[in-house]
């Protein structure tokens, strides 16, 4: 019985997906990052440089499986460049997505869903 409880667990694991690969510029800075965390308003982008807070930027978004990458318009609304990057605090940018079509806006949000993001403890970096 055990033997069946396990392998029904496993088979009913949610499967981790590959992060979205995320290139933003910002001027002349250009910089690259990844995200699973986001929804059809914003998004966390990990990466060792971000963009100061209230930064224009533009993005292009890679998520695994798609042919081309997303393209977006966006402002940083939390910035982390010099504390230490953890769980509470990581190193990156919040993203709000500026100026976005309703299409794109459902597309995100049922990726969202299935990255599991929505309602994400990281969602108030990016809204």
């Not at 590959?18 to 990052?33: E, K, L, M, N």
């Not at 794109?104 to 990281?122: D, N, P, T």
Request: proline share 6%; hydrophobic share 35%.
């Amino acid at each position: 019985m055990a033997e069946n409880r396990e392998t029904f667990t496993k088979e009913k694991a949610p499967e981790k997906l590959a992060a979205c690969q995320v290139t933003f510029s910002s001027g002349d800075v250009v910089g690259t990052g990844t995200s699973t965390h986001f929804h059809e308003k914003g998004m966390l982008i990990l990466c060792r440089n971000p963009i100061p807070l209230n930064g224009k930027v533009k993005l292009s978004l890679h998520f695994p499986g798609f042919k081309n990458p997303l393209e977006l318009q966006g402002e940083v609304v939390w910035s982390n460049i010099y504390g230490p990057s953890d769980s509470l605090s990581p190193r990156g940018m919040g993203v709000k997505f500026l100026n976005v079509e309703r299409d794109m806006e459902r597309l995100l949000g049922e990726l969202a869903e299935q990255y599991g993001a929505l309602g994400s403890i990281y969602s108030c970096y990016y809204t």
